[in-house]
């Protein structure tokens, strides 16, 4: 007689260790030790568990970065009234305090410029480095070019990892000659260096930006100043890298509890989040993550995000390889720039993509809940 065995089956693991998760973010070495197979199925679980991980060992090298951050150091550094003529953000430009065109703020001034428009960084660049032009748009320039060839490393680990017939998929959208990515450069001063932002700052900032009780009902920290509230980027992928001063944090998901997480300070990681469109594009199987910026009070900020971007006429629907029988499309089609109309007209913290969300009666939402 056979007895069957009480023991547990205990699978094998055939591949590598998975990402690490220290202090609850994933981390993803990029140098692919164990693989590229390994790798890109790494990636894609950070991606559809978190939409957002740490890149490290990620093979760009730091002089762009260094030179970046130097010119926009010595920019945020001038007198408002010169900051000012960079400015007002429409959107793209120099901006303070005011985030978008529908009364979002936060503790922080910063740079929105074109990341595939050399011409337009060469003109917007006259009113950032008024002696030397051109020296602001090289380094632009040579920092976004590094940030779309990373872009598309990790675009097509996805393309690999979710397999699909072509892997490029998502890379060549983002590689477009019309392609539409920014680059954001911002900067959370100290609290004592806040009222420099503006002239008329002094009394605004005693009404300053103070964190309430979020939608999820987790107070950030006791007084935290908002630098830049709750949201999800609304593009593909963006890859952001700060120095060493803390502030970032993500909406996570724990025990099927949201929490916020604080993201420790990496100067020489990229941390990666998946944008709204990429959730669409994979029928939500990579999700976007929300996460926001608590200005610390005593040490300045500074973070660069490059935010990949189609064309604006890019139709964006869910890829075949995504969509099964138990799977239907999630979203109805829509271009990017249908999208970006609509998320203009939102706050900030507005979960725009569920306006597309197609219902299970076939409904599009398209144009409810807009505030
Ligand atoms: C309030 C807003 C600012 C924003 C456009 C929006 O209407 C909603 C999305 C915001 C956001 C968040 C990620 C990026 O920082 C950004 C440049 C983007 O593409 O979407 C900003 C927009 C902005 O500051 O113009
Ligand atoms: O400045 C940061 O660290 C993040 C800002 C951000 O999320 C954004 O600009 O979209
Ligand atoms: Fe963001």
């Not at 100043?225 to 593909?236: A, C, L």
């Not at 060493?244 to 025990?255: C, K, M």
Request: with cysteine; proline share 6%; glycine share 8%.
């Amino acid at each position: 007689m056979v007895v069957p065995s009480t023991t547990p089956v205990v699978r094998q693991q055939t591949t590598p260790p998975q990402s690490s998760h220290a202090g609850g973010i994933p981390t993803v070495d990029l140098s692919a030790h164990g693989g590229r197979g390994a790798l890109s199925r790494q990636v894609v679980r950070a991606c559809a568990e978190h939409g957002f991980f740490r890149a490290v060992n990620h093979g760009v090298p730091p002089g762009p970065a260094a030179r970046l951050d130097a010119a926009a150091r010595t920019f945020f550094a001038l007198a408002p009234r010169d900051k000012q003529r960079a400015g007002p953000p429409s959107p793209l430009g120099y901006g303070c305090r005011s985030i978008g065109f529908n009364g979002d703020a936060g503790e922080l001034e910063y740079l929105l410029l074109h990341a595939n428009n050399p011409a337009a960084v060469a003109h917007r660049a006259r009113a950032i480095d008024a002696e030397e032009p051109s020296r602001f748009s090289n380094v632009v320039n040579e920092y976004v070019g590094a940030m779309r060839q990373l872009a598309c490393e990790i675009l097509d680990l996805l393309g690999e990892g979710l397999g699909l017939e072509d892997p490029r998929s998502f890379s060549k959208l983002i590689t477009d000659t019309d392609s539409d990515s920014l680059l954001r450069i911002n900067h959370y001063p100290t609290a004592c260096n806040a009222h420099n932002l503006d002239h008329d700052s002094q009394c605004k900032m005693k009404s300053s930006v103070r964190t309430k009780t979020t939608s999820n009902g987790v107070k950030p920290s006791a007084g935290g100043r908002v630098g830049f509230g709750e949201h999800s980027d609304p593009q593909i992928l963006s890859l952001l890298r700060a120095n060493d001063v803390d502030g970032l944090q993500v909406l996570l998901n724990a025990d099927g509890k949201e929490v916020w997480v604080q993201v420790p300070a990496d100067q020489s990681a990229f941390f990666v989040n998946v944008g709204d469109l990429l959730q669409a594009l994979t029928n939500g199987k990579l999700v976007s993550v929300r996460h926001r910026v608590i200005a610390s009070s005593s040490r300045a900020r500074l973070s660069t995000i490059y935010f990949a971007a189609p064309p604006l006429h890019a139709r964006i629907l869910a890829l075949a390889e995504t969509i099964t029988a138990n799977a239907p499309s999630q979203y109805r089609p829509f271009t990017w720039a249908e999208y970006k109309k609509t998320m203009y007209s939102l706050r900030l913290s507005h979960s725009r993509l569920n306006l597309f969300h197609i219902d299970h009666d076939g409904h599009s939402n398209v144009g409810e809940g807009e505030e």
